[in-house]
């Protein structure tokens, strides 16, 4: 089970990937696992050197009753404390922003793929767009080549 952040491709430039761990509930590792997370407009921050992840949906367990969970809370991400620090110099100097790319089980353990990126202006998204449709043409073209 593997929930993808398509978004984050087209609208950033991807500088570095960190895979960190994220605590979670017991009722939202059920959602995930049943599918029913988001990443869409979600992105991490750092606050008292600690990395929280805000803005991720994960759908409310439907037996969950009153043990449920809040959808958008903000969860802890779990990294080393070097790694951070290290994420930290990044964001202040260079302006970087956290995004989470992917989300995806290691071991029955709820992993991030976190992503260290930089936005990308409008003529740069035109170009990946283009990039993308010459791609095509050219699997399409080498596609019937072979037939």
Known sequence: MEILNREAK????????????????????????????????????????????????????KEGNLFNHEPKRTRKLLLHKNEILKLKKEIE???????????YFVKNKAKILL?????KKTFDKRETIKQRELKREQEKLHKYNYK
């Open 115 to 119: 992503g260290l990126c930089k936005g």
């Open 10 to 61: 087209f609208n950033y430039f991807i500088n570095e990937e960190i895979e960190c761990g994220i605590e979670l509930l017991g009722t939202e590792i059920k959602s995930i696992r049943n599918g029913k997370a988001n990443l869409k407009d979600s992105y991490a921050i750092i606050r008292n050197n600690e990395v929280y992840l805000l803005n991720m949906n994960i759908s409310e367990y």
């Open 93 to 103: 100097q260079d302006g970087f922003t956290l995004v989470p790319l992917k989300l």
